[in-house]
């Protein structure tokens, strides 16, 4: 253990509270890692459809050689669920994957202080929102910090730690740390609207999104280009529909309000078309359109 006390290693507690996208893809990379795993949500429905989302992703990577059949196994086993953040009093991290709304962080973050262990780092997965904001609901704003991962998470290596206000060292030290636990290449950023990997990113999309209302260039040929001659794997259009329009839009008004900027005004087609709710591949429609997904 360090001076400063804070460590978290395998076979710790390792909360998440959300089983979406995010939140079920950090606990999959945890539960590989060796972490018990609690997840948390408001739903027993939707928690079950975490598991098993969870369990089919790992049972392809065992069909495709990149995992033993009884490592899977033994991740699986070391997974819980829960409605209920009490079931987080023991637990050393919590990373919160739930709506990108600050009054919801905000309320969510007081229970989890109240709840977990003083030693606990309290973690977000915000793409934008404010970490000195979230943790001046807790009464411990030097053990939260940002964590935001990439989607997909088990594929991504990118973790941006992002350290608040008040974030103390320890805290920062022990996330990086965490992170490389994980699987995970660990780069910190400062507490500005949309850190780094959204402020380069979202404004890219929604040029993107304004080059097509303009009349510059079709749909096709504006992700063509941008794969073609920036070697995106995704052009801006197609990556905005994988993301979600309304998250677009959402992190195109944080930076807004966040700089006053005019070169981050929301493109007027961009709020538009969620408006009308065509919102991407969740919605079935955005830029491109997409067949209904099977279920598992």
Excluded: W
Aim: contains cysteine; charged residues 20%.
């Amino acid at each position: 253990m360090r001076e400063d006390g804070i460590v978290i290693k395998p076979n710790d507690v390792f909360g998440v509270v959300g089983s979406g996208t995010m939140g079920h893809g950090i606990a999959h990379v945890a539960a590989r890692s060796g972490f018990r795993v609690v997840i948390v949500d408001l739903q027993e429905s939707l928690l079950q459809r975490a598991i098993a989302t969870i369990s089919g992703e790992m049972q392809r990577a065992v069909d495709k050689g990149r995992m033993a059949a009884a490592d899977r196994e033994a991740a699986l086993q070391r997974i819980r669920t829960s409605t209920s953040v009490s079931a987080l009093g023991e637990a050393a991290i919590v990373v919160e994957a739930i709506v990108e709304r600050l009054d919801t962080k905000r309320d969510l973050f007081k229970a989890l202080d109240a709840t977990c262990p003083p030693h606990a780092i309290l973690a977000t997965n915000t793409s934008s929102i404010s970490i000195t904001r979230i943790a001046a609901a807790t009464g411990r704003p030097g053990s939260v910090i940002g964590m935001h991962f990439m989607n997909p998470v088990p594929v991504m290596e990118l973790v941006e730690v992002v350290r608040g206000q008040l974030t103390s060292d320890g805290t920062v030290m022990a996330t990086n740390e965490l992170a490389l636990a994980l699987g995970k290449k660990p780069v910190e950023a400062a507490d500005y609207p949309g850190f780094v990997s959204n402020r380069v990113l979202m404004p890219m999309i929604n040029e993107g999104v304004t080059a097509l209302m303009e009349g510059v260039a079709t749909r096709d040929a504006i992700d063509s280009i941008m794969k073609l001659g920036m070697r995106h794997p995704m052009g801006p259009l197609e990556l905005a529909d994988f993301i979600g329009l309304d998250v677009c839009l959402h992190i195109m008004e944080v930076l807004h309000d966040g700089f006053g900027d005019p070169r981050y005004r929301p493109c007027p087609l961009l709020r538009r078309m969620v408006d009308a709710g065509l919102l991407g591949r969740k919605s079935g429609r955005g830029f491109y359109e997409y067949p209904p997904t099977p279920e598992r």
